[in-house]
């Protein structure tokens, strides 16, 4: 085993240097992130393995370490090494940096697998906002780690999840990073830096030594407060000892109401595991079709429609589709083309009969007019605009008069009723009027500008969230 001298003996500060060689394989390359005291990250590389891997090797210093707690932190080191979950980094190795005699401290090393992509935190402080739909996904991804770590025998906390330790890699998704799971037997030799959370990410009872899982849903809950916010939980007010936020973020209220049990202060009050918060936050008013969020105040009331304008067409598991309809009328145009030609024509033909010839061609174009407009093609509701959804395909179309826009719906932040101020002018006067219109956001802005009233829309609005919520 190589022997590492370190000089400066009773410094936490060691000479680790780019290019230091331990266990005669793992080359450091450049500390990452910031280092706190008896605490060091690095890239390296695995000389081992051919062609070279990059790693990541945790060194932590400790002092006047026992044999007995030796053991302790090797069998902590064999939970970690055996963890099998996708999203977590893979334990690769674990080791005693050895000393001289003379020496009061212990550097213990852990390796693990390289997670190429960006923290949270970084993308953070590079100025990225995330949206509902962000955060919901990266919500659902890490209560999924945490299922599985707090189903364990014995279950494993992880203690300090925030920002900064949870890595979106380059598939866009998100890797749990930094267990502080390995530092828990450090606490018995009574090291004044052991790291046991972070302040406005870590609830009271861990800071007590009590942690238990609920503490570590009370750090994921700070965390998604952070992305939706932009806002460092300990930097935002607090109302006993809760997290004010709701108003720093445009979300849905159940999803608001699904992060404040998350960090309550009160152990009792939060949600006992991530198997209950997952099932809660997938509930129809908290899922991310929640984020279908009407940002209108009767966006829940159920209209009775007589003679309904809009009507659902098609409605399975996996397809939408609803029709706005109403009476097509000829356009100006057309009506003053078939004017002048069957005024044209009645001259003609009555031509003959000299000034009368005009005149029966009129009569001739009001009986035409009179018995066209009776015909069945003016009076049926004909479709005027449409929206159709295809969960299969993850996309929508939205249809106004002859214009087509096609969307995705994994895209859909929210979708609102939009009242908007409409003034006609005439000659003399000026009328104005509220018309409605539903806005869809994604990315872009898709508008449904039908002329429909407000109860229809709103009508249309709790079809398209049921449908959203069912086929979730």
Known sequence: MTELIL???????????????????????????????GRQTWLATDLSIEPPESIIVKLLMFSEMQWQDLRLFEREA???????????????????????????????????????????????????????????????????????????????????????????????????????????????TGISFTVVGTVGYAPLEQFWGRAVAASDLYALGATLIHLLTGTAPVDLP????????????????????????????????????????????????????????TLHPNSTKKVQRVNPRIVVTENTKDTLKIEFRGYRHPSSLFCFSVYFVVTLL?????????????????????????????????????????????????????????????????????????????THYTSSTAISYTQFWVNIRTKRTYMLKWQATEGEFIWLVNEIQNWLNATK
């Open 238 to 293: 607090q109302h006993n000892l809760k997290i004010q936020f709701s108003d720093r973020a445009t979300i849905n209220p159940g999803f608001v109401s699904w992060i404040e049990k998350l960090v309550e202060p009160a152990l009792e009050c939060r949600f006992t595991s991530a198997d209950e918060a997952y099932e809660a936050l997938n509930q129809p008013q908290n899922s991310l079709l929640g984020r279908i969020q």
């Open 78 to 188: 064999q939970v970690l090494q055996n963890l099998d979950y996708s999203k977590i980094p893979r334990y690769r190795d674990y080791f005693l940096v050895n000393q001289t005699t003379r020496s009061t401290l212990c550097w213990w090393g852990l390796v693990q697998d390289y997670v190429q992509g960006t923290s949270l935190q970084e993308l953070l402080e590079q100025g990225k906002r995330f949206s509902q739909q962000d955060v919901h996904r990266i919500a659902e991804e890490v209560l999924q780690i945490l299922m599985y770590l707090h189903k364990l025998c014995p279950p494993v906390l992880h203690r300090d999840i925030k920002p900064s330790n949870l890595i979106l890699d380059q598939a866009q998704q998100i890797w749990l990073v930094d267990f502080g799971a390995v530092q828990d037997q450090a606490a018995l």
């Open 7 to 37: 000089p400066l003996i009773n410094s936490t500060k060691a000479v680790f240097k780019s290019g230091l060689i331990l266990q005669d394989r793992y080359q450091l390359q450049h500390p990452l992130g910031r280092s706190a005291a």
């Open 346 to 422: 009645g001259t003609f033909l009555f031509n003959s009969l000299g000034g009368w010839g005009f005149i029966l061609s009129q009569i001739v174009f009001c009986i035409f007019a009179v018995f066209d407009l009776r015909s069945p093609k003016f009076n049926q509701l004909s479709c005027l605009g449409s929206i159709w959804l295809d969960a299969s395909n993850d996309c929508f179309a939205v249809r106004n008069k002859s214009k087509s826009e096609v969307g995705r719906i994994s895209d859909i932040q929210y979708l609102s009723i939009i009242p908007t101020e409409v």
